[in-house]
């Protein structure tokens, strides 16, 4: 149980000539600092669906938890650069890609109405493996790298189909300007047939 807290995961990431300079118990400052947006914008992203999430919808709830939950994984890695850590950031990851296909898939156009019916199963199902793989990359931490592939292709399908039929425009909150004052973010529109 040592070795998973000792220092060094084995791999050379950005930082790696830098480590523990700017701050003596930060390995990479900027790759720690830089997740307080991913544990802070999910959260207040749940804040503002609320009642969406509430009335409509409460599975949504879990993908942004999971996104928290990947800033504060990632934030330990990158302080501490210990294989432990880099287990947590990676599998938080696989949790992620799995959750939002379990939560998104049966509202997405192109999931068929005949299957609706085994849509508990579809989830339990998801929900099992992705468990069932997260146990077998503590045991074999190679096992992460596969796990993140075999996942990711089916939401590589589900951003394929869907997200062809949307088109992206910058938009400024919150003002339309373009102004200092304002922040750009894309927001997505269905397109016209």
Known sequence: ?????????????????????????????????????IIVLPLLNAMMLRKYIREVNHGLLVPQLLLTFNGLASTYYHATLNLFG?????????????MFLVVYIPVMKWFPKKFSERL???????????ALFS???????????VALMLFSIP????IHYEGTQYTAAVRYFPDKSGSIFSFPYISLHEKSC
């Open 86 to 98: 880099q287990l947590v950031d990676e599998l938080s990851l696989v949790w992620i890609i799995n």
């Open 1 to 37: 149980m040592t070795n998973w807290f000792e220092y060094e995961s084995g791999h050379a990431w950005c930082e790696s000539a830098y480590k523990y300079q700017t701050l003596p118990m930060v390995a990479e400052f900027a790759n720690t600092m830089t997740n307080l947006p």
């Open 120 to 130: 508990t199963t579809f989830r339990r199902t998801v929900v099992v493996l992705t």
């Open 155 to 158: 939401a590589a399908v589900v």
């Open 135 to 145: 146990g077998l990359c503590f045991l074999e931490p190679t096992l992460n790298a």
